[in-house]
């Protein structure tokens, strides 16, 4: 069987693999860690008043506390990877908890202009069956008056193509500001499609912060994509049915766009 796709058909959703079938094919970040935030002590205040601290013990271990007006601060310990996306600009992730209980915490800092997003994925079970959902809460730099990350519509009508390591590749086609077409070209998923649920928010110059939830596999991803490096990365939380165990799995990719639709002008018109 060659890459070609010309011929692929339509694969039913009772036919789709385990989530887990893309473990062994990204491969690991290429991108590495950065010991920028190692020693330091990071307080963003969010816009619903809660308060997220993380103090870098070293470069790879972190305390991560959660205070509020109304109750005692929610501490935990974990391991973390900090990747330097552009300069200043950091994705911070890092796990805590385990089985349905863990969390998948990611989160956004551009320490230049202050602002911050915090992205906290979990499971729940629905209908029988575990669920994902992800909480987004845009925050700031304590000591700055930073205006918090906007909802941007800057990848609508891009289809982008996406090389996570030798052996996968996908295709997105960004339909609308909450809504995207992805499509495995190689790999694992080869000939998987869907349309799912997305945001998207501006960091920086050509910088998004990614969010994609899926409706058939438990996915909830969080990723920077960079148009002018070329490039994402990111991460993928979710739940492998086969072993009833949460999935983790770090990713990055080069990207090129493809191209830009944009709709005849009597596109309005009756």
Same mark, same amino acid.
């Given at each position: 069987?060659?890459? &070609? /796709? !010309?011929?692929?058909?339509?694969?039913?959703?009772?036919?789709?693999? !385990?989530?887990?079938?893309?473990? &062994?094919?990204?491969?690991?970040?290429?991108?590495?860690?950065?010991?920028?935030?190692?020693?330091?002590?990071?307080?963003?205040?969010?816009?619903?008043?809660?308060?997220?601290?993380?103090?870098?013990?070293?470069?790879? !271990?972190?305390?991560?506390?959660? %205070?509020?007006?109304?109750?005692?601060?929610?501490?935990?310990?974990?391991?973390? *990877?900090?990747?330097?996306?552009?300069?200043?600009?950091?994705?911070?992730? #890092?796990?805590? %908890?385990?089985?349905?209980?863990?969390?998948?915490?990611?989160?956004?800092?551009?320490? /230049?202009?202050?602002?911050?997003?915090?992205?906290?994925?979990?499971?729940?079970?629905?209908?029988?069956? =575990? *669920? %994902?959902?992800?909480?987004?809460?845009?925050?700031?730099? @304590?000591?700055?008056?930073?205006?918090?990350?906007?909802?941007?519509?800057?990848?609508?009508? *891009?289809?982008?193509?996406?090389?996570?390591?030798?052996?996968?590749?996908?295709?997105?086609?960004?339909?609308?500001?909450?809504?995207?077409?992805?499509?495995?070209?190689? %790999?694992?998923?080869?000939?998987?499609?869907?349309?799912?649920?997305?945001?998207?928010?501006?960091?920086?110059? &050509?910088?998004?912060?990614?969010?994609?939830?899926?409706?058939?596999?438990?996915?909830?991803?969080?990723?920077?994509?960079?148009?002018? @490096? @070329?490039?994402?990365?990111?991460?993928? #939380?979710?739940?492998?049915?086969?072993?009833?165990?949460?999935? =983790?799995?770090?990713? /990055?990719?080069?990207?090129?766009?493809? /191209?830009?639709? @944009?709709?005849?002008?009597?596109?309005? *018109?009756?």
């Amino acid at each position: 069987m060659t890459d &070609d /796709n !010309s011929f692929q058909d339509y694969v039913p959703v009772d036919e789709w693999p !385990s989530v887990s079938v893309m473990l &062994d094919g990204f491969g690991e970040q290429t991108l590495p860690a950065s010991p920028a935030l190692a020693a330091t002590t990071v307080t963003l205040l969010g816009e619903d008043g809660r308060s997220f601290t993380m103090a870098f013990r070293d470069d790879s !271990s972190l305390t991560w506390t959660i %205070g509020t007006e109304a109750g005692d601060p929610e501490s935990v310990e974990a391991t973390y *990877k900090a990747i330097e996306a552009r300069p200043g600009i950091f994705i911070i992730d #890092f796990v805590h %908890g385990a089985g349905r209980q863990m969390r998948d915490v990611t989160v956004v800092l551009h320490q /230049n202009s202050g602002a911050a997003t915090v992205a906290v994925s979990a499971l729940h079970e629905k209908d029988g069956a =575990v *669920k %994902g959902s992800t909480e987004f809460t845009h925050a700031r730099l @304590e000591g700055t008056e930073a205006a918090f990350h906007q909802r941007s519509a800057g990848l609508v009508g *891009k289809r982008i193509y996406y090389r996570y390591s030798d052996v996968e590749a996908y295709e997105h086609i960004y339909l609308t500001p909450g809504t995207f077409v992805w499509h495995c070209l190689r %790999g694992g998923e080869k000939g998987l499609a869907d349309v799912d649920r997305i945001l998207a928010f501006e960091v920086a110059e &050509d910088l998004y912060l990614f969010f994609w939830t899926e409706r058939v596999m438990t996915v909830e991803s969080v990723l920077l994509v960079d148009l002018r @490096e @070329e490039r994402s990365v990111g991460r993928m #939380f979710g739940w492998d049915d086969p072993t009833e165990e949460p999935l =983790v799995l770090p990713f /990055n990719s080069r990207l090129t766009v493809m /191209n830009t639709t @944009e709709y005849p002008q009597d596109h309005a *018109k009756h």
